[in-house]
Structures are given as C-alpha cells and as structure tokens.
C-alpha cells in the first residue's frame, strides 16, 4: 500500500463518520504530513499510522462524531458550555495572570480612589447572552489588504473581495457552525496587494467566536457586531477600528503591532477587555459598566486617550489582594481618562511618561486634573 | 508507560511546544514525539480542538509549490498555557512529595 491507496481509503472509511469539510480537513492533515515526512519515509508513516480504518473511527470519535455520519450532538454543545465555563474561570480567578498579560512590568503603586458608591440601576444597554451558548464562530485570516466586519440583515453570509491581485486566493467555508474565511498571498517577497476584504454577517447569526487576523499589513474595521462570546482582532501594521461593540461578553481584545485602535462600545462583560498597540495610539469611547470589568489599554510608544463621561460606575475587582479595575499604560506618551461622576473605579492604576491625568470620578471635582507621578 | 496522557496535559504540551514558535503539523508531532512516548500517532483532534477553543490558530504559507498550514498560539491560549502549567507544577509536586514519602518510609 503506498501513500495514494492509503489516504484513499482513509477517506473512504471517513465518509461513513464525519461530514465532508471534516473529511477533507482530516486528508488535507495526512497528506501534509506524508509530504512533510519526506518520499522515502512513506512506508514509515503508513506503519505508525497503522489500519486506516480504525484510524478513521478513532479520528470520528475523538472529533465527536459518532457510528454514523451526524452532526454535532447536544452532549457536545454541553461539553462547550463547560469549556466556555472552564476558560472563563480562570480568565477571572487568576487575575495576575491577565495583568501579566497586559502589562510585563512593575506597576508604580496604584492610588485608591472612593469605592462605595452602589449602583443603583444597570444600563439599558448591556447585554450578556449565556456563556458557551453554542452559536457560530468566524474565523478571518488576510495578508496584506483591509478587512471590513459587518453584520446586514441577509440570509447567507457575504464574502466580497475587491483586491488588485490574486483573488483566486480567497477561500471561504461555512458549514453551519464554522466560517472560515482565508485570504492569502503568494508568499513572494515582492508580492504587493491592496483592496478591501468585506465579510457581511447576517444579523439573524448567533455568534460565538470572531476572530480577525491580519497576517501582513492591512487595517481592520469592525462595525455593529452582534453579542458573541469572545472578539479577536490580530493586526501587525495596520489601525483597528472597532465601532459600536456592545455584546461581547467573555473575552475582548484588540491588538496592533503599529497603528493605532479606535475603540468604543462595552467591554466584556464575564472577562477581560485589552486594547494594545505598539506604536501608535490608542481612544477609547466608553458606554457603561455595571460592575467589575478589568480594562487593559496599553501602548509603548503613544497616547491612550479614554472618554469614559458615559460610564455608569465600576464596583470594585479584587483578587488575591490586590485590586483593580482599569490599567492604562503608555510608556512615552500620554495618558487621559475621562470619566463622568457616576463612574467609580476602586482602583484606577497605570502611568505614562509624565504622570497618569484623571480627569472627574468621585472625589475629584469634575473638571480637575490628578497628576500621579 | 503505565501513566495515561489525559486531554488537558497533552493540550498544554502542543500549546507549550507552539509558545517556543509556530509550527506545522509535521514538525509540531516530532517535537512532541521527541520528548513523550504517544502512541497516539495523531494530533489532528488536539490541534482541532485547540483552535476551535480560540487557543491557537492557523495559517498557510506556501512551501515548494504548495501551502503548508501553520499553527500559532494566541494570547489566551498563553494564558490557558500558564494556569494549566501553574496546575500541573502543585499536581506533580503533590505527587513527587507522597511517592517521596512513601519511599522513605518503605
């Protein structure tokens, strides 16, 4: 048996479990793996892969699938639901990790402000849909041009590319609870590019993940976008726009590597929002909080400019002793927060190249400036 | 070996071999292979798994005349590294400390 006459019959075994874009997800895995072990390894590879039959039944259960050719079943949207729980847990039990995450150096001692206003009422606005509640997950990965995240009220998702150069490379896949949307160039280093990718989500979709990743250098402009559970967006050199996110509700994060992040919206709400740039910077038009949400907005070299007068208050974070509800760093340039007088933070913590401004909670009369240095 | 490589540690060892740089799915398995005795000679569901639970995520690059998918951690998977790692070191700790104890008293 050679390589040929075994993936042809692990797929044909395949097609007995597993629905056609797993089947073809799983030849695409073999196949890569013979190529990348190398022609005279052939025989090798089919020996440690062992009967292709019982390969495939084992690669059908262990991806959930079950006798029979089926989807998903309700014992795995259930298994979701505990992931979901199991990374939301420690996401918020183990804050030190995420401020590890958000901020790698040593943080000058935070200054205490007034924690005890109650809140009295939650905003109309939040929304906080059932964590792990199934739903669809977006997954966009360009190099190089411009991608644009909306939802419009349409039956079926919409992918338009409009690009200079080979468009023959944009895939895109849904299979009812996964869309892929691929956008690639040809790997050349004088490989040029320019256009804009438009991915259109029917309103009518319960999301669960979306994630954007910009692999080469390209803006992303996320508008609209309905409640899911986590919001990715990866770029390298590029600006993020993310307008009007009000429903994303476990994890939220916006990072750059050069170009700056226009944020406004909710943070998430079970969570942690980040909001990072290398170079450039980073403003942020908040709505309200109703309690707890650690914020982290971080930039090396440039400003971070927060208009939070629409923020409802924030009840205090605490793990582990230490406390905190909004980091803010810029290591050169600026920092400014601006906040209504609803808004109480317990800890308001971060630093800038000449001292952290707070501009309005309680009990700073509004109007004042607070220089931490 | 006697010792059964359960789901999340062998999730922790693929994110922790990606957290030193992205890998491809051959060279990811030797990596593993490398160091741990499975007799499981796939990763495919693990890899599936792992990106569908936002902890990694894949990309293709051309190599000789055709595309070879990648596959990149992402900061949550980091941060899903990091706890599992943190639970991992009080587990075998634990472990450590009683078959110590069991030998000294032997």
Redesign the interface.
């Known amino acids: 048996m050679d390589k040929r006459a075994y993936l042809s019959r692990l797929s044909d075994n395949l097609e007995r479990y597993v629905p056609d874009q797993e089947r073809w997800?799983?030849l695409?895995?073999?196949e890569?793996?013979f190529?990348?072990?190398g022609e005279g390894n052939e025989q090798a590879v089919i020996k440690?892969?062992?009967d292709p039959a019982t390969?495939a039944r084992?690669?059908a259960e262990?991806?959930g699938y079950g006798g029979t050719r089926r989807g998903p079943r309700m014992w795995q949207i259930l298994v979701g639901v505990v992931?979901v729980v199991a990374?939301a847990i420690?996401?918020m039990a183990?804050s030190p990790?995420?401020q590890?995450?958000g901020f790698r150096r040593v943080i000058r001692d935070p200054v205490e402000l007034v924690t005890t206003v109650p809140v009295e009422q939650a905003p109309s606005e939040w929304y906080e849909p059932a964590p792990g509640d199934g739903g669809i997950?977006i997954?966009i990965?360009a190099d190089g041009i411009n991608v644009d995240l909306h939802p419009e009220d349409i039956d079926s998702p919409s992918v338009r590319a409009d690009v200079s150069t080979d468009g023959d490379n944009l895939n895109w896949d849904f299979d009812g609870q996964y869309l892929y949307v691929?956008w690639?160039g040809?790997?050349e280093s004088d490989w040029k590019a320019a256009g804009t990718l438009t991915v259109a989500i029917p309103a009518s979709w319960e999301l669960n993940?979306v994630?954007i990743?910009m692999?080469g250098a390209g803006d992303v402009a996320v508008s609209d976008l309905q409640p899911c559970n986590?919001l990715?967006v990866?770029a390298q050199v590029g600006n993020v726009t993310a307008k009007r996110i009000v429903g994303v509700s476990h994890?939220l994060?916006i990072?750059t590597g050069v170009g700056d992040v226009a944020f406004d919206g909710l943070p998430a709400a079970g969570g942690s929002t980040?909001l990072s740039t290398e170079t450039g910077d980073i403003s942020a038009t908040l709505y309200c909080m109703d309690r707890s949400v650690p914020y982290d907005l971080h930039t090396d070299v440039g400003t971070v400019t927060v208009d939070g007068t629409n923020c409802g208050s924030s009840a205090s974070y605490s793990s582990g002793g230490s406390s905190y509800d909004f980091n803010a760093w810029a290591s050169v340039g600026n920092v400014s927060l601006t906040f209504g007088q609803e808004f109480v933070a317990g800890v308001i913590q971060g630093e800038d190249g000449s001292g952290i401004v707070v501009v309005g909670p309680s009990p700073v009369p509004t109007g004042t400036a607070w220089e931490i240095n | 070996m006697a010792f059964a490589m359960g789901t999340p540690l062998l999730d922790a060892c693929v994110l922790a071999v990606l957290s030193g740089g992205d890998a491809?799915?051959?060279?990811l398995?030797q990596r593993v292979k490398e160091r741990l005795d499975i007799s499981e000679?796939?990763l495919?569901?693990v890899l599936?798994r792992l990106e569908?639970?936002?902890y990694l995520?894949?990309?293709?690059?051309?190599f000789q005349g055709?595309n070879?998918?990648y596959y990149a951690i992402?900061?949550?998977g980091?941060?899903?590294l990091?706890?599992r790692r943190?639970e991992w070191i009080g587990f075998r700790d634990g472990v450590d400390a009683l078959l110590k104890e069991e030998s000294e008293h032997g």
Do not use: H, Q
């Open positions: 997800d799983i695409r895995w073999y890569e793996y190529k990348d072990a440690e892969l062992g390969l084992r690669l262990e991806r992931v990374i420690p996401l183990f990790l995420v590890i995450l997950e997954s990965s691929d690639y040809n790997g993940s994630g990743y692999n986590e990715y990866e994890y994060s990072r980040y | 491809y799915g051959y060279s398995t000679s796939t495919y569901p599936r569908r639970d936002g995520r894949v990309y293709d690059r051309p055709r070879r998918r992402t900061p949550v980091r941060t899903y990091d706890v943190g």
